[in-house]
């Protein structure tokens, strides 16, 4: 990648998008990728994913460590050791796709996290489903940064507090296997770390603020609107993109 200097208005609104991503993120489990691959796709394509892949990873190493003590490790394993080939589907997929076609399944993945928050829809946490959603996870958060909505979409009928914590464990190995992967396959460099570290101090603030505040906002405020950022999100992307 050449080399990439983005005006301050570009960094703020990056930085914006990531503080809200944390925020939503901390309080229900995932959407930060959600909110802010979109946005950060419409600033600068060079954004995503490995850029955002490399705070991700710092926000979920944040929330690893909040939530460490609700884990389920033999409930997580099925799906980590899925998400492998998964994660390698994904960077074979950032190879062979064009910039339009990558759009379109972030959209398509977005919408998916949507209707599964919108829709009461839960599968059965069996072994199989859990690798299911673990591969799923792998495609997508490798190739968009969002690998949330699979796993949602099998743990989503559990309790709030064991939704976060596992959530929370999945994330941190899986984001660490997406940047090596993305290492492994050229798509994340030494610039897309610099690019990455003005947004790192607005996740982990968004992350703070939203462990201290979450008693002062009402579930169907942060629930309604962070679907509705994400809608609004997608339609800018894609206008920016196909037309």
């Not at 939530?67 to 389920?72: C, I, M, T, V």
């Not at 959209?107 to 072994?127: C, F, S």
């Not at 859990?130 to 940064?145: E, I, K, N, P, W």
């Amino acid at each position: 990648m050449d080399n990439l200097d983005l005006n301050f208005m570009v960094l703020l609104l990056a930085a914006l998008a990531c503080f809200i991503g944390a925020y939503v993120q901390t309080a229900i489990g995932f959407g930060m990728a959600i909110i802010a691959a979109p946005i950060l796709f419409y600033l600068e394509p060079a954004l995503v994913p490995g850029p955002l892949m490399v705070v991700l990873l710092v926000m979920c190493m944040m929330n690893g460590w909040r939530f460490r003590k609700g884990l389920e490790l033999n409930l997580l394993a099925p799906a980590l050791l899925a998400r492998i080939p998964g994660s390698a589907i994904g960077v074979l997929l950032l190879a062979m796709v064009s910039q339009q076609s990558l759009a379109l399944l972030i959209a398509i993945t977005i919408m998916l996290g949507v209707l599964v928050r919108l829709k009461d829809i839960a599968l059965p946490m069996t072994r199989t489903n859990m690798a299911l959603g673990g591969f799923l996870s792998g495609v997508m958060g490798t190739s968009t940064t969002i690998g949330g909505p699979p796993m949602v979409l099998v743990m989503h009928g559990a309790d709030i507090h064991r939704i976060r914590a596992n959530l929370a464990g999945f994330f941190v190995v899986s984001t660490m296997m997406s940047v090596v992967a993305l290492a492994l396959g050229g798509v994340l460099s030494l610039e897309h770390l610099k690019l990455a570290l003005p947004m790192i101090p607005a996740a982990l603030l968004g992350n703070w603020v939203a462990a201290r505040t979450l008693h002062l906002v009402s579930k169907p405020i942060t629930h309604y609107g962070s679907l509705l950022l994400c809608t609004v999100a997608v339609i800018g992307m894609l206008i920016n993109t196909f037309y």
